[in-house]
């Protein structure tokens, strides 16, 4: 009786708040709000409006901290059969506190370039910073508004754990569409013109770029509209489309696939070259990200010389049918080219795979390096400049001739057009082998190499195979790319091309060709590739920053991808499922049920 009073009286209260979590949040917010200012983010950001003259992508970049990091203070893991902490206005306070905290950062970093000049270590130590974080006041001002914006932001986070869900949803949906319409105003615009109503966009949009304030207003009440009418038809569709059979099921998502590659086959033809250009840029990269995701995302085989296979697909192209290609011009038309080229690069790819199929995990990841940087280097040196140019590179490469046309780079839209196509092909191809009985084998690879092996897998040959089909998809993209850009040079062909790949298809999420797709669209669509230029153009000089950061938090809150494939995910929270099973009781239910089934067999005999 005494113990169980003892135990009572020494148990955690459960409404009291984790305030060592509030101040380590704190800290974090502290220093990653530093970080971001000292990268120079809030000056050469500052540049792009969000809606104007309230708010630009500078302090955004900063803004979102205290909001983030109250939430992240007031979040907890409730397992089974665990009590929930109470909730109450107590999240609020302690998330103001938690937004002062994470502005504090701010306000002695504005201290210390007002009396110290720190500009050798820090490049962007500099006044203009200074007069940007203390929005062109006084200090005494400028740390006034930040901490006072500050609370306010953190004790919008901490309030988020006492609405709903759904409230929470709205919310979000408000402020990501505001955001994102105005990230993505180069194509809202283009689409206007084309349907000819250029005069909504221009009442929405400042002449300088950005929403204006009413603007912004109507497209966050208009994405609110949107979710409130479509809530319960969302339901509705989703529950009937479940109860349909497998056979209706497969016929709705055909006519679905076939509605989606028929819209966006008519899309070019109503935006400019600009957004047909940058579509091109993406499809060229979802080529690539399909032929990775085969390599890495179903076989399990980490390639980063991937970029190799697209040089040899660019430069076969331009050696066949440029006519100044300095050692050999036949002067080939592009489809009979490209015959040679898928050939050429499945040579390649099984001349890279040979040696290096028996090594894995780090061993195959740095060979695999070696051997991208090798084939770059190659068309690089003097030695075969005779072949390839060395670093001047082949220059007059023509068009791709399709009958009536010859599309070019100066038409992106006949370019996107073309790359659709070959997109088309690459999904038909990557979906229909991680189907078969060679998909199946390469996951049952990527799982447990000496497993699969032990059932009957040859897996010398799977992993080949793999090689095989990556290196000729990442052919296509070579091969438009030579086609579309009219001259080609080993610069094109870096090693960051391959990091930035993997990046894409770790991000959209492994093994999965909608995710694949997502990410690229993502990734490379606002940010840009290595050398292509995204919708945020001012992110030019912070996408390797951006991409680092993003790949670490998602290889820590979720190394799924944003879309995750089914399979994988079991892979990766296979400790999660055994535990929640586990706390269910569903584990020990399974034993005693196996127990008594023997004990009635033993009956039986």
């Known amino acids: 009786m005494n113990n169980d009073v003892g135990l009572k009286n020494n148990a955690p209260n459960k409404s009291q708040y984790p305030w060592l979590r509030a101040v380590r949040f704190s800290l974090l917010g502290s220093l990653a709000s530093v970080f971001i200012a000292l990268s120079g983010m809030p000056v050469g950001l500052d540049r792009r409006a969000i809606i104007y003259p309230v708010l630009s992508l500078g302090f955004l970049a900063i803004l979102w901290i205290p909001v983030a990091m109250a939430a992240a203070a007031g979040n907890e893991t409730v397992l ?32 210390l370039i007002k009396n110290f000049d720190l500009r050798d270590p820090f490049v962007n130590w500099s006044p203009q910073l200074l007069d940007l974080l ?123 696939i076939i509605a989606g590659s028929l819209s966006l086959a008519i899309l070019p033809f109503f935006l400019g070259k600009i957004t ?51 050692g050999f011009s036949p002067e080939l038309p592009w489809p009979i080219a490209l015959i040679v080229v898928v050939v050429l690069t499945g040579i390649v790819g099984l001349f890279i795979g040979a040696p290096v199929i028996r090594m894995r995990g780090d061993y195959l990841a740095i060979v695999t390096l070696g051997f991208g940087e090798i084939i770059r280097l190659l068309f690089l040196s003097d030695w075969l400049s005779d072949w390839f140019g060395g670093a001047q590179g082949i220059t007059n490469i023509p068009g791709v001739e399709v009958g009536f046309a010859t599309i070019k780079g100066t038409d992106p839209r006949s ?53 095989v089909v990556g290196a000729v998809l990442a052919s296509f993209s070579g091969a438009i790319f ?18 930035i790949i993997l990046v894409v ?43 680092g950061a993003l790949l670490v938090w998602m290889m820590l809150k979720r190394p799924e991808g944003l879309i995750p494939n089914i399979r994988r995910t079991r892979e990766l929270h296979q400790d999660e499922f055994l535990q929640d099973a586990w706390l269910k009781g569903q584990i020990d239910s399974e034993e005693d049920n196996a127990d008594s089934n023997v004990r009635k067999e033993g009956k039986n005999l």
């Not at 030579?482 to 990091?499: N, Q």
């Not at 797709?517 to 292509?532: A, M, N, R, S």
């Open 415 to 467: 370019v996107f057009l073309l790359v659709l196509f070959f997109c088309a092909v690459a999904i038909y191809v990557s979906w229909r082998l991680e189907k078969s009985r060679l998909g199946r084998a390469w996951m049952a690879i990527r799982e447990d190499e000496d497993v699969a092996e032990a059932m009957g897998i040859n897996t010398t040959n799977t992993k080949l195979m793999a090689f």
């Open 134 to 256: 203390s929005y062109r006041q006084n200090i005494s001002v400028g740390i006034g508004i930040w901490l006072l914006v500050g609370a306010g932001l953190g004790a919008f986070g901490g309030l988020t754990h006492l609405i709903s869900g759904f409230s929470r949803r709205l919310i979000l949906n408000f402020v990501f569409a505001v955001i994102g319409v105005s990230v993505l105003e180069t194509i809202v615009t283009d689409l206007s013109e084309g349907f000819g109503l250029a005069w909504v966009t221009d009442l929405m949009y400042y002449k300088r770029g950005g929403l204006e304030i009413y603007g912004a207003l109507f497209v966050g009440i208009v994405s609110v509209t949107v979710l409130l009418l479509l809530r319960r038809r969302t339901t509705t569709t989703r529950e009937r489309f479940n109860s349909l059979s497998l056979n209706d099921q497969s016929r709705v998502k055909f006519i679905s």
């Open 80 to 111: 089974e059969g665990m009590e929930a902490r109470k909730r109450g206005f107590v999240d609020v306070g302690v998330g103001a506190l938690v937004g002062l905290g994470s502005t504090s950062g701010i306000c002695c970093l504005m201290v």
């Open 276 to 326: 047909n250009e940058l579509l091109a840029n993406v499809g060229l990269f979802v080529l690539l990200a399909l032929g990775l995701n085969i390599v890495v995302g179903l076989a399990g085989i980490l390639d980063l010389g991937y970029v190799a296979f697209f040089a040899v697909g660019g430069y076969t192209t331009a050696v066949l049918t440029s006519p100044d290609s300095p």
């Open 482 to 499: 030579a086609a579309k850009v009219g001259s080609i040079f080993p610069t094109s062909f870096i090693m960051l091309v391959s990091i």
């Open 505 to 547: 298809v770790i991000v959209g999420g492994m093994g999965n060709i909608s995710g694949v797709i997502v990410g690229t669209v993502v990734l490379i669509g606002v940010l840009g590739g290595p050398k292509q230029p995204g919708l945020l153009q001012e992110f030019s000089q912070f996408k390797l920053l951006i991409y």
